[in-house]
């Protein structure tokens, strides 16, 4: 089998101040499939790669520059922006009881939302499963490589719980990231990228997932966005930081980020895996989405179908801010949950964002064009 393997661009251009660069990884073993025999650059405003070729390798952006200062707002052919007006803001949120168990079908007047300690006035409201572009980011790195049997059977098994209308992505990522399968919603398509990735080098994850971010944004068909990562130890090749890159992501409006932390074994110690448990529990709340931590490879399948539950019984939210956009800098969010015969709710989804307004035919948080 002939592997067509897209390079997504580890190195993230323009995010301020950049960390220290980890050392250098050793070079992956040679593939066992024969080399692309030609390289097809991609540009920032081209259009969505095409499903893999065997004889093309094509390389995707750089993720975009975001502002330069919090509140600052840029103008970028094809990015993925709030409303025009950016007044209205849109939320996934998922409520939980005091036992832990989903709740669904509350009603719109239950939810009470506040943007910066401000009540704001919801403006629209439903609770059914919407359709979502997702990318599915999996740590290639050498630890990895006992653990990817589990890893893509899970996979496999999130694609197939999901709407039938989901499209979804494929990245793999070690010291660089690529895209092994483009937006699907075919299982055999996903199947065979994931037989394309080899386990090797070290792990890139915030720059792969800004990328990835940056990618869906341009390029998703659907509005509801979410990514589900799965490692299993500390970022230590990324050129972006923890902050930079849930910045990029609140600054794109971003996906939804669900992670699975593979942080068992011998090779893992304890005070990485507190610091990834740290991590990838920082990038889920900040977006609204959750972060797992089994404690053996038979788990990860469930949990796999929990994040399929999870995306598809959520409520959606919309509210019109109080707060001009042209003010700038980060808003805050909070949302309650309070219904007869309940106690104890709580909701997650994302904690704030920074408000951006669409030029002329740009795009809304809506993915509606603006005339």
């Known amino acids: 089998m002939i592997a067509a393997w897209m390079l997504l661009c580890a190195g993230v251009v323009g995010l301020g101040a950049q960390q220290a660069q980890a050392p250098a990884q050793t070079a992956p073993p040679a593939q066992t499939a024969p080399a692309p025999q030609k390289q097809t650059p991609l540009n920032v405003d081209s259009d969505p790669v095409p499903s893999p070729d065997p004889d093309t390798k094509t390389a995707l952006p750089a993720a975009t520059k975001g502002p330069e200062k919090p509140g600052s707002i840029t103008k970028e052919h094809g990015e993925y922006t709030m409303r025009a007006n950016a007044y209205e803001v849109k939320l996934n949120a998922s409520v939980i009881d005091s036992s832990g168990q989903p709740v669904q079908d509350l009603p719109q007047d239950a939810f009470h939302v506040y943007e910066d300690g401000v009540p704001q006035t919801i403006v629209g ?14 740590d290639s790195s050498g630890s990895m490589y006992d653990k990817r049997a589990a890893v893509d059977a899970a996979s496999l098994d999130l694609v197939k719980l999901s709407n039938r209308q989901d499209e979804a992505f494929l990245v793999d990522f070690s010291s660089e990231a690529y895209i092994d399968q483009d937006f699907t919603g075919s299982i055999d398509k996903l199947q065979q990228g994931l037989a ?20 869906l944004s341009k390029n998703a068909k659907r509005t509801k966005q979410v990514v589900l990562i799965v490692t299993d130890g500390d970022d230590n090749a990324s050129s972006a930081t923890l902050e930079q890159t849930i910045r990029r992501v609140q600054d794109l409006d971003g996906p939804q980020i669900y992670c699975i932390g593979l942080l068992f074994g011998e090779d893992v110690s304890h005070s990485e895996a507190r610091h990834s448990r740290e991590v990838l529990t920082e990038l889920a709340a900040q977006t609204g989405g959750q972060a797992y931590f089994p404690r ?15 995306i598809r019984q959520q409520h959606t939210i919309e509210y019109r801010s109080t707060k001009s956009p042209e003010l700038g800098g980060y808003r805050q969010i909070h949302v309650e949950a309070k219904e007869k015969g309940y106690r104890g709710l709580q909701v997650r989804t994302r904690t704030g964002y920074f408000p951006k307004i669409a030029g002329a035919g740009g795009t809304n948080n809506s993915g509606e064009t603006e005339n």
């Open 125 to 138: 409201f439903k609770h059914e499963d919407v359709p979502v572009s997702m990318g599915i980011l999996i």
């Open 296 to 310: 053996s490879l038979k788990e990860v399948d469930g949990i796999a179908k929990e994040v399929a539950a999870d």
């Open 196 to 215: 394309y990735i080899k386990s090797s080098g070290g792990t890139a994850m915030y720059d792969a997932l800004i990328a990835s971010a940056d990618y």
